[in-house]
């Protein structure tokens, strides 16, 4: 009887605004893999549902996992500015 390994897979993912509300979400690894949720809360819970399906699909297929490639990190800062009139 085969052992089955569990893993714990890190990748990145974009929650990009929607105009219409909501966020899409995509995965840079994943080129197609894409959800959207209508909450940034739903959006997470959606996106870790789609990948992994999408690493379920891969597994079935027999085809190569992808390694978590290296990305920036991307954030946002506030400032405060004052216009001169």
């Known amino acids: 009887m085969a052992k089955k390994i569990q893993k714990i897979l890190s990748y990145f993912v974009v929650f990009d605004p929607a105009k219409e509300g909501g966020y899409n979400v995509s995965f840079p690894d994943f080129p197609g893999c894409v959800t959207f949720g209508r909450s940034f809360e739903e959006a997470k ?41």
């Open 45 to 85: 819970k959606k996106a870790k549902e789609v990948l992994e399906l999408w690493l379920e699909e891969l597994t079935s297929q027999k085809q190569k996992i992808p390694v978590k490639t290296t990305r920036p990190i991307i954030d946002e800062i506030k400032v405060a500015f004052s216009e001169r009139s």
